[in-house]
Nanobody
């Protein structure tokens, strides 16, 4: 059974940076595409970024392009979300999730395994 655990959330001022971590256990990253999602209060869960199982392809929502990156360590079985130039609208609970489906699908329903989430608050 695949398990994912997020960490690294917190309170940060607008313009600041934060790095989230997703620790994956139960399998290697070679078999799963890993995505990051976020959910703001009263809003639907939305896809933020995804990295392919090979690490060769990464995808980003338009709202975070140029600000977020998604580093990956196969040796540590870890996927990160590096968030720079944060904005108040980036606030929400961030989840990492795993799928054997394509990264190109942003639907949360395509992801089979989820972490518990970590809160990110961008506020002055």
């Amino acid at each position: 059974q695949l398990q994912l655990v997020e960490s690294g959330g917190g309170l940060v001022q607008p313009g600041g940076s934060l790095r989230l971590s997703c620790a994956v256990s139960g399998s290697t990253l070679d078999y799963y595409n890993i995505g990051w999602f976020r959910q703001a209060p009263g809003k639907e869960r939305e896809g933020v970024s995804c990295i392919s199982s090979s690490g060769g392809s990464a995808y980003f929502a338009d709202s975070v392009k140029g600000r977020f990156t998604i580093p990956r360590s196969g040796a540590k079985n870890m996927v990160y979300l590096q968030m720079n130039s944060l904005k108040p609208e980036d606030t929400g609970v961030y989840y990492c999730a795993a799928t054997r489906g394509p990264c190109s699908s942003w639907s949360p329903y395509n992801y089979d395994y989820w972490g518990q989430g970590t809160q990110v608050t961008v506020s002055s």
